[in-house]
């Protein structure tokens, strides 16, 4: 074979080369269907970050439990157990009143409800045997052995019978009254401890007289306090009851765990702002009522979420956001609360450093490929 006939054979084996790679290259871009295949929308993301709420609130620290002790009945003190500052628990006898009269006075009702008790077994006696002596003389006079007149007169005495025994009867439920109330004056004239804590205040000595709903001692309860703060109209919703929160107070290196009591559902009318309650722990006794003590909303709920109001769609009253997971676009549902006019707190549905989609275009929708620029 001569050199031009080779030379021409291997340009042909070289044009055949190539064009079966340019067929391959042009069947890679096909479908096995011979649809093209799906292209990936490019989007813009961000990630999830989180903002810190730096916002201090500080409030006094109140009672939670606190009693004023008053006597039900006037009467002299006769004993003060207690002083100011003296622990006592639920209760403890703190003040005694002289019980002399009232004493007397039980005695007495005691004796008339007895000699009553007796009047009602007697008369209900002679109740009886009236009408027994009724009920003879009525069957005799129907036979004639005796006069209507005899019948008359029994009658007469059984209707007398009924009477005083109805008359004893009617005073049996005053007479009881009356030992009731005696008793209770008796009872009364001991005055006890409503609650455990410590006395604050003792306005009654021996040898004064009581007034009924006049004070005497101021009782609180320091086991545990409250402090009270105000929560602004934007941040309330971070606050939740039964969340842990840190308390601090100037002047007292000890940090004071505290749990949230109670979101008053009314704002303050003055502002707008809502009076929230964090009940503390002050088995210690370090806490006194009107220490200005302070909370962290970080302390509360950590970091918030924040997301671009552009990235939030929204479906059947239902908030939505795209998340980027292995170049997949997922549709999640997430619950946020307006934050301002561009911006949203996320909730719940996203954590931080998930990939989300600013503005989302109508081509995208859950399980579409995307190319992140």
């Given at each position: 074979?001569?050199?031009?006939m080779?030379n021409?054979?291997?340009?042909?084996?070289?044009l055949?080369?190539?064009?079966?790679?340019?067929?391959t290259?042009?069947?890679?871009?096909?479908t096995s269907?011979?649809?093209p295949?799906?292209?990936?929308?490019?989007?813009k993301?961000?990630?999830v970050g989180?903002t810190t709420?730096?916002?201090?609130?500080?409030?006094?620290?109140i009672?939670d439990?606190?009693a004023?002790?008053f006597?039900?009945?006037a009467?002299?003190?006769?004993e003060?157990?207690?002083k100011?500052?003296?622990?006592?628990?639920?209760?403890?006898?703190?003040v005694?009143?002289?019980?002399f009269d009232?004493?007397?006075?039980?005695?007495?009702?005691?004796?008339s409800l007895?000699t009553?008790?007796?009047?009602?077994?007697?008369?209900?006696?002679?109740?009886?045997?009236a009408?027994?002596?009724?009920d003879?003389?009525?069957?005799?006079?129907e036979?004639g052995?005796?006069p209507?007149s005899?019948?008359d007169?029994?009658n007469t005495k059984l209707?007398t019978a009924?009477?005083?025994?109805?008359?004893?009867?009617?005073?049996l439920?005053g007479?009881e009254a009356?030992?009731?109330?005696?008793q209770?004056?008796?009872q009364?004239?001991?005055?006890y401890?409503?609650l455990n804590?410590?006395?604050?205040e003792?306005?009654?000595?021996p040898?004064?007289?009581?007034s009924?709903?006049?004070?005497?001692?101021t009782?609180?309860?320091?086991?545990?306090?409250?402090?009270?703060?105000s929560v602004p109209?934007?941040?309330?919703?971070q606050?939740?009851p039964g969340?842990p929160v840190?308390?601090f107070?100037d002047?007292i290196d000890?940090?004071f765990n505290g749990?949230i009591?109670?979101?008053?559902p009314?704002?303050?009318?003055?502002?707008n702002?809502?009076?929230?309650?964090?009940?503390?722990?002050?088995?210690?006794?370090?806490?006194?009522v009107?220490?200005?003590a302070?909370?962290?909303l970080?302390?509360m709920?950590?970091?918030?979420?924040?997301?671009?109001k552009?990235?939030?769609v929204e479906q059947d009253?239902?908030?939505?956001?795209y998340?980027?997971?292995?170049?997949?676009?997922?549709?999640v549902?997430?619950e946020?609360k307006?934050?301002?006019?561009?911006?949203?707190?996320v909730?719940?549905?996203?954590?931080?450093n998930?990939?989300?989609?600013i503005n989302?275009?109508?081509q995208l929708?859950d399980?579409v490929?995307?190319?992140?620029n």
């Amino acid at each position: 074979m001569s050199k031009g006939m080779i030379n021409r054979l291997l340009a042909i084996t070289l044009l055949s080369s190539t064009l079966a790679l340019i067929v391959t290259g042009c069947a890679a871009k096909t479908t096995s269907s011979g649809n093209p295949a799906p292209t990936a929308i490019p989007v813009k993301v961000m990630k999830v970050g989180s903002t810190t709420n730096d916002a201090n609130l500080s409030g006094k620290i109140i009672v939670d439990q606190q009693a004023k002790v008053f006597s039900k009945v006037a009467g002299k003190v006769t004993e003060v157990n207690v002083k100011e500052g003296s622990l006592v628990k639920k209760g403890d006898l703190l003040v005694q009143l002289d019980t002399f009269d009232s004493g007397n006075k039980v005695i007495q009702t005691q004796s008339s409800l007895e000699t009553l008790k007796q009047t009602i077994v007697q008369t209900k006696i002679a109740l009886d045997y009236a009408q027994t002596n009724y009920d003879r003389t009525k069957a005799l006079a129907e036979s004639g052995v005796v006069p209507q007149s005899d019948l008359d007169a029994v009658n007469t005495k059984l209707k007398t019978a009924e009477a005083a025994y109805e008359q004893a009867k009617a005073g049996l439920p005053g007479a009881e009254a009356s030992l009731a109330l005696a008793q209770s004056a008796v009872q009364d004239a001991s005055i006890y401890s409503p609650l455990n804590g410590t006395v604050t205040e003792k306005l009654i000595n021996p040898g004064e007289m009581a007034s009924p709903g006049v004070s005497m001692l101021t009782i609180v309860n320091m086991q545990e306090v409250l402090l009270q703060v105000s929560v602004p109209q934007d941040k309330v919703f971070q606050v939740k009851p039964g969340t842990p929160v840190e308390v601090f107070v100037d002047g007292i290196d000890q940090k004071f765990n505290g749990t949230i009591d109670l979101i008053s559902p009314v704002s303050d009318s003055t502002n707008n702002t809502f009076p929230v309650k964090i009940r503390i722990d002050n088995t210690s006794a370090v806490l006194r009522v009107g220490m200005i003590a302070r909370i962290s909303l970080d302390s509360m709920n950590g970091k918030i979420s924040e997301l671009p109001k552009s990235s939030i769609v929204e479906q059947d009253q239902k908030y939505y956001v795209y998340k980027v997971d292995n170049d997949v676009a997922r549709l999640v549902q997430v619950e946020v609360k307006e934050k301002d006019s561009n911006w949203n707190y996320v909730i719940n549905g996203v954590a931080n450093n998930d990939e989300i989609v600013i503005n989302p275009g109508s081509q995208l929708t859950d399980g579409v490929k995307v190319q992140i620029n």
